[in-house]
């Protein structure tokens, strides 16, 4: 028997070192308050992060703006005749705009009984982003359309309003549009907007001029840390990635890594916000965000501290496991279930799992990341990953389940219904 156990023993050594496309790269974790960090002896090497670099994301996004940040949209509606109007969005950036926020804004205008039948002209400005299926699988991975410069990010923008925001509102789009409304408190129209629209075209925030026949309305997102959930549920690259555009890129990334987190490249090494391989803008093969162990273990527990400052916590920004049922931990189930937050990660060289758990000893901070060589591997890679996490449990006293109701992030909420803030009254139009 002995013998057997020690020819399996080598058998399994031989092929893990020889043949193992999957092993561990790096794991480490912390028991809150402890302060004290423990992991094996990489946990201070740099390793691919995939999409656990949105929590680093999520982390810049609340600490530059805020948790409670709206992006602001401004739809400056001027009359032309009875019926027929010109509309200018002056953009906010907004990383969620697309069909569910651009039905949204059509809906809203057509509750203000202006008429609106004819749209002469739709311009917009250069802080205007759509993405018009922003909320699909197309979007949400792989790569993200990344503009070199103004004229190819206006021209992605005119192709996204002429394809989707001016095209009828489909049926089903529309149904799904007022019901998630009305989960909401909104009510929006049962008959669907029926605007033509004729031409479509940029025009630079500076050259938009009011007239006196113009009304402006306001739109704003929903608070940033639900656009977070939403995005870390889903794993949207879209998101992540224009958050970390907007907020300066990698310069700005590398400055607030120095001044606020006292960390540097050789820590954590950043080329887009979503973790996804940059090398379809740097040309480098296999530009994948990097980071140590360790800095993602404090990366997590200041993104921890930074939400109780403003009432929050990582549930708000992060998936539960076994209960967020959209996220990429919804089906984490047995002893995870409702007793884990986390971020998942895959790239072609790495699968990650990072987050918090809840056990008999307290809650502590993991870090996963492990090496894979390829997509065929995977199931193996999670499995792995899911062994390590039941594995803390069992060390710890076992789960320490906590309530927690599913969150529907959406785009929007209550208070994004379009506010008049300039113009004529209602009775003008």
Not at 298 to 326: C, F, H, I, P, W
Request: net charge neutral; glycine share 8%.
């Amino acid at each position: 028997m002995r013998l057997q156990l020690a020819l399996m023993a080598l058998i399994v050594t031989f092929t893990t070192s020889a043949y193992a496309k999957v092993y561990l790269n790096s794991s480490c974790t912390m028991k809150a308050n402890s302060g004290k960090i423990e992991g094996n002896d990489a946990k201070n090497d740099k390793f691919p992060l995939a999409s656990i670099s949105k929590i680093v994301t999520s982390l810049w996004a609340i600490e530059t703006l805020g948790a409670n940040y709206r992006f602001t949209t401004r739809i400056h509606v001027t009359k032309k005749s009875v019926g027929t109007y010109d509309i200018h969005f002056e953009g906010g950036q907004d990383p969620m705009f697309g069909r569910s926020v651009g039905y949204f804004i059509l809906a809203q205008l057509a509750m203000r009984e202006m008429g609106i039948k004819q749209v002469d002209t739709l311009s917009f400005d250069q802080n205007v982003l759509m993405e018009w299926n922003v909320e699909e699988p197309s979007s949400i991975a792989g790569d993200t359309k990344y503009y070199p410069d103004l004229p190819s990010q206006v021209a992605h923008v005119q192709h996204e309003l002429q394809n989707g925001f001016m095209t009828p509102i489909a049926d089903n789009s529309y149904r799904y549009l007022r019901k998630i409304s009305k989960d909401i408190g909104i009510k929006l129209p049962e008959t669907k907007p029926n605007i033509k629209f004729g031409t479509v075209g940029y025009l630079p925030k500076e050259e938009f001029k009011k007239t006196a026949n113009t009304a402006t309305f306001i739109y704003k997102s929903a608070p940033l840390y639900k656009i977070l959930k939403s995005m870390n549920n889903k794993s949207n690259n879209y998101v992540a990635d224009h958050l970390y555009w907007n907020l300066g890129d990698t310069p700005a990334f590398n400055q607030y890594l120095q001044n606020a987190l006292k960390m540097d490249n050789r820590d954590l090494e950043f080329n887009l916000g979503s973790g996804n391989n940059a090398d379809y803008i740097s040309k480098k093969k296999y530009d994948y965000n990097e980071g140590t162990c360790t800095a993602m273990i404090k990366v997590l527990v200041r993104l921890n501290e930074v939400l109780a400052n403003q009432g929050l916590s990582l549930t708000d920004v992060m998936a539960v496991a076994g209960k967020d049922s959209e996220s990429t931990v919804g089906r984490f189930g047995g002893v995870m279930d409702s007793a884990m937050v986390g971020k998942t990660g895959t790239v072609d060289k790495a699968k990650t799992l990072a987050g918090t758990v809840s056990t008999g000893n307290g809650t502590i901070y993991f870090v996963i990341l492990m090496h894979k060589d390829s997509s065929g591997e995977n199931g193996s890679a999670a499995n792995s990953i899911k062994e390590r996490i039941r594995n803390l449990f069992g060390i710890n006293n076992g789960a320490k389940k906590f309530d927690y109701n599913e969150i529907t992030a959406l785009p929007f909420d209550k208070e994004s219904a379009l506010v008049l803030e300039y113009g004529l009254t209602l009775e003008s139009f």
